[in-house]
């Protein structure tokens, strides 16, 4: 079945460490982007990327770095330098130009403690 | 950059009647394409309706309809026949990733 996944669905870390959210899809999207969501409102873009080895920051990229190293995965990680991590994370994919709808995962849940 | 607004934060309405969720726009580009997602409770975003801004004609997906009106920049989503499955946050990003702060829509049996 073709779709996005992120894993894991819940994610716990102490105050201080660095965490790395998964996201790979198998759609053979060029796009890929990162959001995150807080209790009640609406998504807010952290990074995207239109190719492999490239990657642009969104509205909210301070405290969070990507990578985009193959076409199906682009990882997030919460740095410490995040002031408020513990939110839902959400990334989509799309194909081509922004034109086409994106298609999201299942979302991760960050929970710092 | 483009930006969205949604003017309902909250909204409900009786199963089986029609309710119009609205959305505004600002953009500087002459082509681009508008979107309804929804965001039921499992918080899995699903793409609802799609509206291209060079056709006049408005988008229909079964009971989701859009009335795009391109000179205002307005673009609302009317639900017929509302469900319960209908129960969700409706966003309305125009192509360049801004989704806004959303609609809460309940549905009420």
């Known amino acids: 079945d073709g779709g996005i996944t992120q894993s894991p669905k819940y994610l716990f870390r102490k105050e201080g460490q660095n965490v790395t959210l998964s996201c790979e899809q198998n759609l053979n999207h060029d796009a890929m982007y990162w959001y995150r969501q807080d209790p009640g409102q609406g998504l807010r873009l952290i990074y995207y990327s239109q190719i492999v080895n490239d990657f642009q920051k969104g509205d909210i990229a301070e405290g969070y770095s990507v990578s985009r190293e193959k076409k199906e995965s682009f990882p997030l990680t919460v740095t410490s330098a995040q002031k408020n991590p513990t939110a839902f994370y959400l990334c989509?994919?799309?194909?081509?130009?922004?034109?086409?709808?994106?298609?999201f995962g299942p979302g991760t849940r960050l929970t710092v403690l | 950059a483009q930006t969205v607004t949604q003017s309902q934060p909250e909204m409900s309405v009786q199963e089986a009647e029609t309710v119009t969720l609205s959305c505004t726009y600002d953009?500087?580009?002459?082509?681009?394409?508008l979107f309804w997602y929804k965001q039921p409770p499992s918080r899995q975003m699903i793409l609802v309706i799609r509206q291209e801004a060079y056709k006049q004609q408005n988008a229909t997906e079964n009971r989701f309809s859009v009335n795009f009106q391109k000179a205002a920049k307005s673009f609302s989503l009317k639900i017929s026949d509302s469900q319960l499955g209908d129960t969700a946050m409706y966003f309305c990003?125009?192509?360049?990733?801004?989704f806004g702060a959303g609609t809460r829509l309940t549905v009420k049996p």
């Open positions: 990003p125009p192509n360049d990733m801004r």
């Open positions: 989509a994919s799309a194909s081509g130009n922004s034109y086409n709808e994106q298609f």
């Open positions: 953009t500087s580009e002459n082509n681009y394409y």
